[in-house]
């Protein structure tokens, strides 16, 4: 059922539901102390959509003509499975100066690429004893390094199982905001959808203020117009890729996240408690009449 259907929540799909949101959380509560890790992470967050939802396609449009649709991957897909998985505040406080990534946000950022590997493992395993298929996707799928794009957009997957919203700084903002690392799983398990709210949980995109993402990119690759906002690509993996990269015994250090950092966004939806859906529609509120689209990468 795509979101334009009517889903009728019943108990035992609740249920299905909560058995793999616990399953994803008590995962990742234990996998510092399983593997060792220098770092550790919040509580992830997560959501469910119908594979049959009709912004798949879309992402052939507004990605590429080879961004796959769930069923390329299973392919009696039903469901997708998106996680976020939110950094430390200490990782995130780290990173807030200079002009090179600190050295906590390096290493959180390879042991989080190796918990989504984990983790997408342990998942599998877990609905292959009930009977089910699901995909076995890495962190980062099929990258053009030309093109600066993938072939399964974990970022846009997320949108669509509805745990968060783009900001202006083509970060993915979640509740707990977007100093993280996202993941997803396809699944012929059939799963409730998770329901994505009109609200925005971007301050600029809501109300026109902050910008501080903008502010905060040591490379220049941001700029707004009116209601838009362009995002050199090129220049942001220039920042990445180009400058200093630092090796560590576990892997590369071949990150920056200085726009994601010390920003109200970091670890929290900071529209939140702005926001007051029972008295004030989405076309009221701040922001509302703003028309920004999905980022096309």
Request: glycine share 8%.
């Amino acid at each position: 059922m795509n979101q334009k259907g009517a889903v009728q929540l019943t108990g035992e799909g609740v249920k299905v539901n909560q058995e793999i949101t616990d399953l994803i959380t008590e995962y990742v509560r234990n996998y510092h102390d399983l593997k060792g890790t220098e770092f550790d992470w919040r509580d992830p967050v997560i959501g469910f959509a119908d594979a049959q939802d009709l912004l798949f396609p879309k992402l052939k449009e507004l990605i590429g003509p080879k961004h796959a649709l769930p069923s390329d991957l299973v392919p009696d897909a039903r469901s997708v499975i998106a996680f976020f998985l939110p950094l430390s505040k200490e990782v995130v406080k780290s990173n807030t100066h200079g002009e090179e990534s600190s050295r906590e946000w390096d290493i959180s950022s390879i042991e989080t690429n190796n918990l989504i590997d984990d983790l997408n493992k342990y998942l599998f395993e877990k609905l292959s004893q009930k009977g089910y298929v699901s995909s076995l996707l890495p962190a980062t799928y099929n990258y053009d390094g030309e093109k600066l794009i993938s072939d399964w957009s974990h970022r846009h997957v997320a949108y669509i199982a509805g745990i968060g919203k783009f900001g202006i700084h083509n970060m993915f903002i979640t509740r707990s905001g977007c100093c993280g690392r996202l993941g997803s799983v396809v699944t012929n398990l059939a799963l409730l959808p998770t329901p994505r709210t009109e609200d925005e949980y971007c301050l600029y995109k809501y109300n026109g203020t902050c910008k501080k993402c903008v502010e905060r990119c040591v490379n220049n690759a941001f700029q707004i117009g009116t209601d838009q906002l362009f995002c050199d690509r090129t220049r942001c993996n220039q920042q990445i890729y180009d400058k200093l990269v630092p090796v560590y015994p576990i892997g590369i250090g071949d990150t920056c996240g200085k726009c994601m950092c010390g920003v109200p966004c970091s670890l929290v939806s900071p529209t939140e408690k702005l926001i007051r859906p029972a008295d004030n529609p989405p076309e009221n509120r701040p922001g509302g009449h703003r028309q920004f689209l999905i980022p096309r990468f």
